[in-house]
């Protein structure tokens, strides 16, 4: 477990007495004729006393179902990740406040960045026309702050350089089947039909998808080059089964950034290739073209060369939402119009009127994460945002030199792979309205704990 990560003891607490009404509630269910209800409540109770005892546990739960986005709520409300994360969050609190310290991981800078972003949205809910669309953001900032405190206090060494990217890959390639059944067999559970049919897996937006694929690609290129031999074919067998599921998706955007990453990959694992290496990558490279070009419907590629054409409806809708960005921070360029507000802008806006389709709501987001920041934050938010993303790419990358620089090759890849993954979801965020993405707050704690654990690696070195 992460330095200071919670080891819970229900005789060192007062979590014992969580227990109490629980038990007294399956003792009521017992003597009413709802009694059937009571075994139900206690399988529950007591998977809720081993979160308690293995908080950790739930906070892997949480890494798993975030490509599962459609189907995490619990009876149509509830949402199972915020159920999982608030058992880990609770034992953290109750642990610090039987130790009288907050966990040593949650130590680092990156917290004066997003304290200084959530200011500024708190001050943005004074005065704005839209307080409901502010409040809203402002609660999903706190949670994004409570979901990164989680990430620095359970990564740990061993989570760092196994656990986390198995769980990543087996999730994401999981969601990325059921996109790749749901685009071939035409399921709408697993497919949007709207127009056309476009992959989207567990998840409800196929551009989402798409950023889920990209993401996952460099933790599984890693894999291929440094795992054991008798996993290669599994890893091998999932990268394939995301490039389907990318190609499910029909996303240009998802493309672009695709080849983008294949590129800052070959680039990251130059070291790797020798000269006698180019005749076999470029004849595999050669064969892998011709087999895509070959299997993918033509209306895949007639879909991407609309984009060069400038001629597609969604193409002139995105250039709507760059102009109206615009207009917006030209209207208040310091602080913003408050947080989140970009498409309350745009649903009130005559140009938003124009590219109003019938039975869809006219408040759509301005796919680029950095200007729904400006428009909402202004230049102050929109500086504190990529400040916060820079720190955590630039620590990130220190912690990948000092570790090469000890010679801890491994370690340093594996930390290669989760900068490519960060940059790539940067680049995205540029066609993607997601600021607060899960993985983006993942990859920004992990950048702390990287850091910290590198850092201790050299002091030991030294020592030595």
């Given at each position: 477990?992460?330095?200071?990560?919670?080891?819970?003891?229900?005789?060192?607490?007062?979590?014992?007495?969580?227990?109490?009404?629980?038990?007294?509630?399956?003792?009521?269910?017992?003597?009413?004729?709802?009694?059937?209800?009571?075994?139900?409540?206690?399988?529950?109770?007591?998977?809720?006393?081993?979160?308690?005892?293995?908080?950790?546990?739930?906070?892997?739960?949480?890494?798993?179902?975030?490509?599962?986005?459609?189907?995490?709520?619990?009876?149509?409300?509830?949402?199972?990740?915020?159920?999982?994360?608030?058992?880990?969050?609770?034992?953290?609190?109750?642990?610090?406040?039987?130790?009288?310290?907050?966990?040593?991981?949650?130590?680092?800078?990156?917290?004066?960045?997003?304290?200084?972003?959530?200011?500024?949205?708190?001050?943005?809910?004074?005065?704005?026309?839209?307080?409901?669309?502010?409040?809203?953001?402002?609660?999903?900032?706190?949670?994004?702050?409570?979901?990164?405190?989680?990430?620095?206090?359970?990564?740990?060494?061993?989570?760092?350089?196994?656990?986390?990217?198995?769980?990543i890959i087996a999730s994401i390639t999981l969601g990325s089947v059921s996109a790749v059944l749901g685009f071939l067999f035409q399921i709408e559970l697993f497919a949007d039909g709207g127009g056309f049919t476009r992959g989207t897996g567990l998840t409800a937006d196929p551009n989402n998808l798409a950023l889920f694929v990209i993401f996952v690609t460099p933790l599984l290129v890693e894999r291929l080059i440094n795992g054991r031999a008798g996993l290669r074919l599994y890893y091998a067998a999932a990268l394939l089964i995301n490039i389907a599921a990318l190609v499910s998706t029909y996303s240009r955007g998802g493309l672009i950034a695709f080849v983008l990453c294949l590129l800052m990959l070959a680039w990251a694992y130059r070291h790797h290739f020798r000269v006698r290496h180019l005749g076999v990558a470029l004849m595999l490279v050669l064969f892998g073209s011709e087999?895509?070009?070959?299997?993918?419907?033509?209306?895949?590629?007639?879909?991407?060369?609309?984009?060069?054409?400038?001629?597609?409806?969604?193409?002139?809708?995105?250039?709507?939402?760059?102009?109206?960005?615009?207009?917006?921070?030209?209207?208040?360029?310091?602080?913003?119009?408050?947080?989140?507000?970009?498409?309350?802008?745009?649903?009130?806006?005559?140009?938003?009127?124009?590219?109003?389709?019938?039975?869809?709501?006219?408040?759509?987001?301005?796919?680029?994460?950095?200007?729904?920041?400006?428009?909402?934050?202004?230049?102050?938010?929109?500086?504190?945002?990529?400040?916060?993303?820079?720190?955590?790419?630039?620590?990130?990358?220190?912690?990948?030199?000092?570790?090469?620089?000890?010679?801890?090759?491994?370690?340093?890849?594996?930390?290669?792979?989760?900068?490519?993954?960060?940059?790539?979801?940067?680049?995205?965020?540029?066609?993607?309205?997601?600021?607060?993405?899960?993985?983006?707050?993942?990859?920004?704690?992990?950048?702390?704990?990287?850091?910290?654990?590198?850092?201790?690696?050299?002091?030991?070195?030294?020592?030595?």
């Amino acid at each position: 477990m992460a330095v200071g990560a919670p080891s819970f003891d229900l005789r060192a607490s007062p979590a014992w007495l969580l227990s109490v009404l629980p038990v007294l509630a399956i003792l009521y269910l017992l003597t009413t004729p709802y009694y059937a209800m009571a075994p139900l409540l206690a399988i529950a109770l007591v998977a809720l006393v081993g979160l308690f005892l293995r908080p950790e546990m739930a906070f892997w739960g949480v890494i798993f179902i975030i490509p599962f986005g459609a189907y995490r709520a619990i009876a149509g409300t509830v949402k199972l990740d915020w159920v999982l994360a608030g058992v880990a969050l609770l034992v953290v609190l109750l642990q610090a406040v039987a130790r009288r310290r907050l966990p040593d991981g949650l130590r680092n800078a990156l917290w004066w960045w997003w304290l200084g972003l959530l200011l500024v949205s708190l001050f943005s809910l004074y005065g704005t026309q839209w307080p409901e669309t502010v409040s809203h953001n402002l609660r999903n900032l706190v949670a994004a702050g409570l979901f990164m405190a989680l990430g620095m206090i359970f990564i740990d060494r061993r989570v760092y350089r196994g656990l986390l990217p198995e769980l990543i890959i087996a999730s994401i390639t999981l969601g990325s089947v059921s996109a790749v059944l749901g685009f071939l067999f035409q399921i709408e559970l697993f497919a949007d039909g709207g127009g056309f049919t476009r992959g989207t897996g567990l998840t409800a937006d196929p551009n989402n998808l798409a950023l889920f694929v990209i993401f996952v690609t460099p933790l599984l290129v890693e894999r291929l080059i440094n795992g054991r031999a008798g996993l290669r074919l599994y890893y091998a067998a999932a990268l394939l089964i995301n490039i389907a599921a990318l190609v499910s998706t029909y996303s240009r955007g998802g493309l672009i950034a695709f080849v983008l990453c294949l590129l800052m990959l070959a680039w990251a694992y130059r070291h790797h290739f020798r000269v006698r290496h180019l005749g076999v990558a470029l004849m595999l490279v050669l064969f892998g073209s011709e087999v895509l070009i070959a299997t993918v419907p033509a209306s895949y590629w007639e879909r991407q060369i609309s984009l060069a054409q400038g001629k597609d409806f969604a193409v002139k809708r995105r250039s709507s939402y760059l102009e109206v960005g615009m207009e917006a921070f030209r209207a208040a360029p310091l602080l913003g119009h408050g947080a989140g507000t970009f498409r309350d802008i745009y649903g009130e806006s005559s140009i938003g009127a124009e590219f109003e389709k019938e039975g869809k709501t006219r408040r759509r987001f301005a796919h680029n994460s950095y200007l729904e920041i400006l428009v909402g934050n202004g230049l102050v938010g929109v500086l504190l945002y990529a400040g916060m993303l820079g720190f955590a790419w630039l620590s990130i990358r220190h912690a990948q030199r000092l570790w090469r620089t000890l010679g801890l090759g491994r370690l340093a890849d594996q930390t290669a792979a989760y900068q490519t993954s960060l940059t790539i979801t940067l680049l995205y965020l540029f066609i993607f309205s997601e600021p607060l993405h899960k993985y983006l707050l993942l990859l920004l704690a992990l950048s702390q704990v990287a850091l910290m654990y590198a850092r201790q690696d050299r002091a030991e070195a030294v020592k030595s």
